[in-house]
């Protein structure tokens, strides 16, 4: 996915229209750190997701749940 394909999948799936800045940055955050890895194809960069990416968006996803559990014991009690 290109930088260009992160901001069209966020605006057609969630409505909203996010910076080109701000997801390059990001992009190029997330590349520094090692959780995606950036390649050239047909004339723009597309990234992928490295191993470490994936165990990241793992540990995201299993904190949901926690997260939602605990906000919802903290006000809806």
């Known amino acids: 996915m290109s930088g260009y394909d992160v901001i069209t999948f966020i605006h057609?799936?969630?409505h909203r229209l996010v910076s080109s800045g701000t997801?390059?940055?990001t992009l190029y955050?997330?590349?520094r750190n090692g959780l995606i890895q950036g390649r050239w194809a047909q004339g723009k960069r597309v990234y992928a997701l490295t191993d470490k990416?994936?165990?990241t968006v793992r540990v995201i996803f299993n904190l949901k749940?926690?997260?939602l559990g605990l906000i919802t014991n903290l006000f809806v009690s």
């Open 12 to 14: 057609r799936k969630f």
């Open 23 to 25: 997801v390059y940055s």
């Open 29 to 31: 955050y997330m590349e």
């Open 53 to 55: 990416g994936k165990e």
């Open 65 to 67: 749940e926690k997260i």
